[in-house]
């Protein structure tokens, strides 16, 4: 079992920044590719971002490429994102989640099934 808890949302303007945080306990952290996504009321949950279990790797959604950036540091059990030139339409509760790395990379970072184990989530709203 992978324990994983949100932090860092809150209400921000128009071309402001957060970094979120995801804190894992648990299982070892190396072991397990992360991942980001997003839910707006009314909307599906969405992928956002993912990293490797070494952090080798990243792969992002394309209308978040060059303001996201995904990180990780296994000495903390923890996972960032740093969120740059926020938009109104980045507004949506964001959820880390993590799958074992031995399942593999590749187009299935994108898939919310894929996903073993996710946080409770932190709202982001970004007032224009």
């Known amino acids: 079992q992978v324990q994983l808890v949100e932090s860092g949302g809150g209400l921000v303007q128009a071309g402001g920044s957060l970094r979120l945080s995801c804190a894992a306990s648990g299982r070892t952290f190396s072991s397990y590719h992360m991942g980001w996504f997003r839910q707006a009321p009314g909307k599906e949950r969405e992928f956002v971002a993912a990293i490797s279990w070494s952090g080798a790797m990243t792969h992002y959604k394309d209308s978040v490429k060059g303001r996201f950036t995904i990180s990780r540091v296994n000495a903390k059990n923890t996972v960032y994102l740093q969120m740059n030139s926020l938009k109104p339409e980045d507004t949506a509760v964001y959820y880390c989640?993590?799958?074992?790395?031995?399942?593999?990379?590749?187009?299935?970072?994108?898939?919310?099934?894929?996903?073993?184990?996710w946080g409770q989530g932190t709202q982001v709203t970004v007032s224009s």
């Open positions: 989640a993590a799958f074992a790395r031995g399942q593999g990379w590749g187009t299935r970072v994108t898939n919310p099934d894929q996903y073993d184990y």
